[in-house]
C-alpha cells in the first residue's frame, strides 16, 4: 500500500515537473520566433520598403532635374538662371537611383524579385535614354534658327510627354507591385506571427491547465493521505486509551473489590479474635488494636488507589456529583475556598467524555493546590449549544504558560507541563479544545469544550 502511494506520489511529482519544464520551453521557443520575425522584418522586409521609397524620392528628384533644366535653358530673360541649369542634380539623382536599386537588389530572394530588379533598371535606362533626348533638344534649341526652334519645342513637347509616361509606369511598379508586394510580404509575416502567438498562448494555457490540474490532484492526494494517515493515528491513539482506561477501570475493580473485600474479611477476623481473647491479655489486645489501625489505612489507600484509576462514582451517581464529591476532598484536603456551578441536569455523555472532563477536574484542581497558592477557585460545569464546558478559575499567582511550554522539561516542571500537554492531547483527539489562560499575578483560567453528539 505504501509503495503505491510513493509511486502515486512520484508520478504526480513527475508529471507536474514535466509541465513546468514544457512550458518554459514553449515560452521560450515563442520568444526565439516572434524574436526571429522581428529580426526578419528589421533586417529584409523594412530595408526593402525603404529602398522603393527611395527609388520613387530619387526617381521623383531626376525628373525635377528634367524639367527645371527644360524651363531654365528656355528663359532667356533670365541670364543668371540659365547658368545654374546643368546636369549636376541629374547626375546625382540617377547615382542615388542606382544605388538605391542596388540596394534593394542585394535584399531581395524570390525569383520573383529579381525579375522585378531587372524591369525597373530596364525602364530607368528607358527613362534616362528620353531625359538624355530631352536635354540635347534643348541644347539645341538655343543655337537653332527660328523656324527651326519651333520643330524642336515641339519634339522636346512629345518627348517630355513620353518622359512623364515612363515617369509614371516607373513610380506606378515601385508603388503597386514593389511596395504593396513588400507590404503584402509583411502583413503575412505578421499574421504567422499573431497565429503563432495564439497557438502558444492555447497550448501555454493547456499547459497551465493540466499543470494546475495535477498539481490540484497531487496536493489532494497527499492531504488525504495525510488526513488518512492522520486518522489512523488519532484512532490507534484512541484505542490506546481506550485500553488504558479499560485496565484502569478493570485494575480499580479489583483494587476496590477483591483486595477491599480481602482487607475487610482480614478486618472482621481481627474483630472476633480480639472478643474471644480474655481481658487479662492487654498486650495481645493492644497489638490487635494497631493491626486494625494499619487495616482501616490499607481500606483507606484501597478506596484512594481505585479512585485515582477510575472513579466508580462516574458509572454510580455520574460526572456532576463526583466532581462535586471531588471537589469536597480537595476542598477538606487544602482548605481553599472551592465553588461549584452545576448544570441543571446531568449531561447525556459518553464514558470516555465523562472520564476525561473528571479527569480535567482532578489535574486542574491539583495543579491550583499544588502551584497557584490562590485562596478561591470556581469550577463550572455547563452544557450549551450542543457543547459541554468545564472550567476552573482561580486567583493564584499565574504563571508564563507559553514560556513553560517552551522551556526543557525539569523536574519540578515535568508534571505540571506534561499534564497540560496530555489533557489538551485528549482533548482534541476527541474533536474538542482546551485554553489556558494564565500570567504571573493574575490567576488562572483552564476551559475545556467538548462537543457532545
Known amino acids: 500500500m505504501k509503495k503505491a502511494v510513493d509511486w502515486k506520489l512520484a508520478g504526480g511529482f513527475t508529471a507536474l515537473l514535466f509541465l513546468i519544464v514544457a512550458i518554459g520551453l514553449i515560452g521560450i521557443l515563442q520568444i526565439q520566433s516572434l524574436s526571429k520575425t522581428v529580426d526578419e522584418l528589421g533586417r529584409r522586409y523594412f530595408p526593402i ?125 515601385l508603388d503597386v507591385t514593389v511596395q504593396k508586394a513588400n507590404l503584402v510580404a509583411v502583413k503575412i509575416q505578421l499574421l504567422e506571427a499573431e497565429r503563432a502567438r495564439k497557438r502558444a498562448i492555447i497550448l501555454l494555457s493547456w499547459s497551465a491547465i493540466f499543470c494546475l490540474g495535477i498539481g490540484a490532484e497531487t496536493a489532494w492526494f497527499v492531504y488525504r493521505n495525510r488526513r488518512r494517515e492522520r486518522e489512523r493515528r488519532e484512532e490507534l491513539v484512541r484505542r490506546m486509551i481506550k485500553i488504558e482506561e479499560e485496565e484502569r477501570e478493570n485494575l480499580s475493580l ?115 493546590v499544588k502551584h497557584a497558592y ?6 463550572e460545569l455547563e452544557l450549551k449549544n450542543r457543547v459541554v464546558q468545564l472550567s476552573i478559575r482561580d486567583d493564584g499567582r499565574g504563571f508564563d504558560y507559553v514560556n513553560l511550554l517552551q522551556r526543557p522539561f525539569r523536574r519540578r516542571t515535568d508534571r505540571l507541563k506534561l499534564g497540560f500537554l496530555g489533557l489538551k492531547e485528549r482533548v482534541e483527539l476527541l474533536g474538542g479544545s482546551m485554553h489556558i489562560k494564565t500570567a504571573p499575578g493574575r490567576g488562572t483560567r483552564l476551559t475545556v469544550q467538548l462537543p457532545v453528539a
Not at 536635354?135 to 527660328?146: F, M, Q, Y
Not at 489507600?301 to 456529583?321: F, M, T, Y
Not at 490562590?374 to 469550577?379: G, L
Open 254 to 368: 479489583q483494587v476496590h473489590d477483591q483486595m477491599g473485600q480481602d482487607l475487610s474479611g482480614l478486618r472482621i477476623y481481627l474483630d472476633v479474635i480480639d472478643r474471644k481473647l480474655p481481658n487479662e491479655v492487654e498486650e495481645a489486645k493492644k497489638d490487635i488494636e494497631q493491626g486494625k489501625s494499619i487495616l482501616s489505612d490499607l481500606l483507606e489507600k484501597s478506596h484512594n488507589i481505585a479512585e485515582l484509576l477510575r472513579p466508580p462514582a462516574l458509572d454510580e451517581v455520574g460526572l456532576v456529583n463526583t466532581i462535586n464529591s471531588l471537589i469536597f476532598q480537595y476542598r477538606q484536603m487544602s482548605g481553599i475556598n472551592i465553588t461549584y456551578q452545576k448544570p441543571k441536569r446531568e449531561p447525556r455523555l459518553s464514558g470516555e467524555y465523562s472520564l476525561l472532563l473528571y479527569r480535567v477536574a482532578q489535574e486542574g484542581l491539583t495543579n491550583v
Open 49 to 173: 520598403q525603404n529602398a522603393a521609397l527611395e527609388m520613387r524620392i530619387n526617381n521623383s528628384l531626376y525628373a525635377m532635374g528634367i524639367r527645371n533644366y527644360i524651363f531654365w535653358r528656355s528663359a532667356k530673360y533670365l541670364e543668371a538662371a540659365r547658368n545654374a541649369a546643368n546636369q549636376e542634380a541629374i547626375n546625382s539623382a540617377l547615382r542615388a537611383f542606382d544605388r538605391s536599386l542596388e540596394a534593394y537588389s542585394s535584399f531581395t530572394q524570390s525569383t520573383e524579385q529579381k525579375q522585378w530588379v531587372g524591369e525597373i533598371k530596364a525602364l530607368q535606362q528607358e527613362l534616362c535614354a528620353i531625359g538624355k533626348r530631352i536635354i540635347n533638344l534643348v541644347d539645341r534649341i538655343e543655337d537653332s534658327s527660328s523656324s527651326k526652334r519651333g520643330e524642336l519645342e515641339g519634339a522636346v513637347n512629345k518627348l517630355l510627354m513620353t518622359f512623364e509616361n515612363k515617369l509614371y509606369r516607373i513610380d506606378d511598379f
Open 374 to 379: 490562590a485562596k478561591n477557585v470556581r469550577v
